[in-house]
Nanobody, 123 residues
Framework: QVQLVESGGGSVEAGGSLRLSCATS????????MAWFRQAPGKEREGVAS???????YYADSVKGRFTISQDSAKTTLYLQMNSLKPEDTAMYYC?????????????????WGQGTQVTVSS
């Protein structure tokens, strides 16, 4: 049974930092694409960052230069280092995984999702 468990969310002031973690388990096939998405109240879920099995990374324009996606050497934990946080970064953040290559920033590309972790940035 595939499980993705996020942690590390919280409340910070603008300009602060947080690091999200996503622990994964239960994949019977290798996971080729992993990503972080976020969803603010009343808005659609949007792709934040993604990392392929070949270590190629992708970022939304809104977070480039501030967020960094990474993975541990065993490729079982995905991270999202978030610096220079802004109030508009406030959202529920979700970890997602896929066993096939598809467009990184589309919700439908990922069959596996975590339960989410809340990030709140105050001004």
């Amino acid at each position: 049974q595939v499980q993705l468990v996020e942690s590390g969310g919280g409340s910070v002031e603008a300009g602060g930092s947080l690091r999200l973690s996503c622990a994964t388990s239960g994949f019977s096939n290798r996971c080729v694409l992993m990503a972080w998405f976020r969803q603010a109240p009343g808005k659609e879920r949007e792709g934040v960052a993604s990392k392929t099995i070949y270590s190629t990374t992708y970022y939304a324009d809104s977070v480039k230069g501030r967020f960094t996606i990474s993975q541990d050497s065993a490729k079982t934990t995905l991270y999202l280092q978030m610096n220079s946080l802004k109030p508009e970064d406030t959202a529920m953040y979700y970890c997602a995984a896929a066993e096939r290559f598809k467009p990184w920033n589309q919700v439908t590309s990922y069959p596996y999702w975590g339960q989410g972790t809340q990030v709140t940035v105050s001004s």
